[in-house]
T-cell receptor, first 115, second 114 residues
Framework: SQTIHQWPATLVQPVGSPLSLECTVEGTSNPNLYWYRQAAGRGLQLLFYSVGIGQISSEVPQNLSASRPQDRQFILSSKKLLLSDSGFYLC??????????????FGPGTRLTVL | AQKVTQAQTEISVVEKEDVTLDCVYETRDTTYYLFWYKQPPSGELVFLIR??????QNEISGRYSWNFQKSTSSFNFTITASQVVDSAVYFC???????????FGAGTQVVVTP
């Protein structure tokens, strides 16, 4: 069966510091991968998605970037965090290899607080 | 434009009451998919159901049931005999073949008290 991991689970960082959040998927090959942010107030915002290694699409211009160095690894980064980067970051995967309407399965999330 | 509308921000019920969550969507695609997810206090989004636009049959899974009506562009979710463990935020989402990404509603907070 497939599982998705995210770490760290929680993170408190000062403004201006770098960020690296990691997401890995097990039990599947060539998944589509997604990063979402959920700010206080519940709305889910798609930040990035990837249909393959090195292929990243950005949905929202921002202070963040994403990379996919391996088939089942997806990394969210920032060089300098802003207060507005605080939120709950969720990684998800779906079967794919291209744009997909398949079910997305979510990881446990990382709660980021920028002070 | 908002593609998925969940007009109910919060619903509070007493245990064993039924609760229905409304979801209205908007799309021009003829083929699309609708989803419901549950987000308990722990934060992880838990997948509940996926329906395609050609399958209007209502679905029941234990205490959960879903009513899909294309005529009114609605995909409502009912929890029968609610329990405290049902307390969570529930999200409805739409995936269009022309877009290929999930578009979420704002979510409905369900609070079940003993």
């Amino acid at each position: 069966s497939q599982t998705i991991h995210q770490w760290p689970a929680t993170l408190v960082q000062p403004v201006g510091s770098p960020l690296s959040l990691e997401c890995t998927v097990e039990g599947t090959s060539n998944p589509n991968l997604y990063w979402y942010r959920q700010a206080a107030g519940r709305g889910l915002q798609l930040l990035f998605y990837s249909v393959g290694i090195g292929q990243i699409s950005s949905e929202v211009p921002q202070n963040l970037s994403a990379s996919r160095p391996q088939d089942r690894q997806f990394i969210l980064s920032s060089k300098k965090l802003l207060l507005s980067d605080s939120g709950f970051y969720l990684c998800a995967w779906s079967a794919g290899g291209g744009p997909s309407t398949d079910t997305q399965y979510f990881g446990p999330g990382t709660r980021l607080t920028v002070l | 434009a908002q593609k998925v509308t969940q007009a109910q921000t919060e619903i509070s019920v007493v245990e064993k009451e039924d609760v229905t969550l409304d979801c209205v969507y908007e799309t021009r695609d003829t083929t699309y998919y609708l989803f419901w997810y549950k987000q308990p206090p722990s934060g992880e989004l838990v997948f509940l159901i996926r329906r395609n636009s050609f399958d209007e049959q209502n679905e029941i899974s234990g205490r959960y049931s879903w009513n899909f009506q294309k005529s009114t562009s609605s995909f409502n979710f009912t929890i029968t005999a609610s329990q405290v463990v049902d307390s969570a935020v529930y999200f409805c989402a739409l995936s269009e073949t022309s877009w290929g990404k999930l578009q979420f509603g704002a979510g409905t907070q369900v609070v079940v008290t003993p």
